[in-house]
T-cell receptor, first 113, second 110 residues
C-alpha cells in the first residue's frame, strides 16, 4: 500500500475485554514496529518484527500484551483483559529493512472505559 | 541505558526568527539518529537520519547536525507551517528499535 495502515482508528472497549489492533505495513517492508504514545510524549517502544520473527518484545508492559506477524506482513497487537491504564494511542511503523527510516501509520486510539 | 533528552519542551517563534532545537543522547554505540515531525492527530513524519559525528543534512528551512553527544535541528526563517512537534530518536548498534525523546513543540506566529 501507499502507507502504513492501522485499524481501527478508534476503539472504545469495556474494562476486561480483549482487543486486537491491526497494522498493515508498506508493501515489501521487512521491519515492523509497535509503539505506544501518550499525549505530549514521544512514542514508547513495545515490540518489533523482522519478517515474521519477533526480535524484541522487551517493551511490552506485561503478559496481557502480545503481538504476531505470522506471514511477515500484517501484524496484530492483542491486549487481553484490558485495563483503564491501557488507554493510549497505539502506533505501528514499518521500514524497508532494520537500517532504514521507519514510516508511521495514523495510529489506533484505544479507550478503555 | 539508552536515553534521549530534548530541549526546550516548547518554543514560540516569530515568523522569520531562526532558532535551534536540541537532542542530547546517551546510547551504547550509535547506529543512527532520526528526526521526525509530528502534526496534531497525525503519526510522526520522517525528516532526517544522521549516522556519524560531523554529518549534516538539510531540507528546505531545516538543517540537522550531529556530534558525539547531541544533535541540533536548526530552523532558518521559520514559517507558520513549520509549527509542529519535532521528535528525535536514536537507534543503537545492538538493536533495531528506536528510542524517542519527548519532543519539542514548536509554534511559529505570523
Amino acid at each position: 500500500g501507499a502507507g502504513v495502515s492501522q485499524s481501527p482508528r478508534y476503539k472504545v472497549t469495556k474494562r476486561g475485554q480483549d482487543v486486537a489492533l491491526r497494522c498493515d505495513p508498506i508493501s515489501g517492508h521487512v521491519s515492523l514496529y509497535w509503539y505506544r504514545q501518550a499525549l505530549g510524549q514521544g512514542p514508547e517502544f513495545l515490540t518489533y518484527f523482522n519478517y515474521e520473527a519477533q526480535q524484541d518484545k522487551s517493551g511490552l508492559p506485561n503478559d496481557r500484551f502480545s503481538a504476531e506477524r505470522p506471514e511477515g506482513s500484517i501484524s496484530t497487537l492483542t491486549i487481553q483483559r484490558t485495563e483503564q491504564r491501557d488507554s493510549a494511542m497505539y502506533r505501528c511503523a514499518s521500514s524497508l529493512d532494520p537500517n532504514t527510516e521507519a514510516f508511521f501509520g495514523q495510529g489506533t486510539r484505544l479507550t478503555v472505559v | 541505558e539508552d536515553q534521549v533528552t530534548q530541549s526546550p519542551e516548547a518554543l514560540r517563534l516569530q515568523e522569520g526568527e531562526s532558532s535551534s532545537l536540541n537532542c542530547s543522547y546517551t546510547v551504547s554505540g550509535l547506529r543512527g539518529l532520526f528526526w521526525y515531525r509530528q502534526d496534531p492527530g497525525k503519526g510522526p513524519e520522517f525528516l532526517f537520519t544522521l549516522y556519524s559525528a560531523g554529518e549534516e543534512k538539510e531540507k528546505e528551512r531545516l538543517k540537522a547536525t550531529l556530534t558525539k553527544k547531541e544533535s541540533f535541528l536548526h530552523i532558518t526563517a521559520p514559517k507558520p507551517e513549520d509549527s509542529a512537534t519535532y521528535l528525535c530518536a536514536v537507534q543503537a548498534r545492538n538493536t533495531d528499535k528506536l528510542i524517542f525523546g519527548t519532543g519539542t513543540r514548536l509554534q511559529v506566529f505570523p
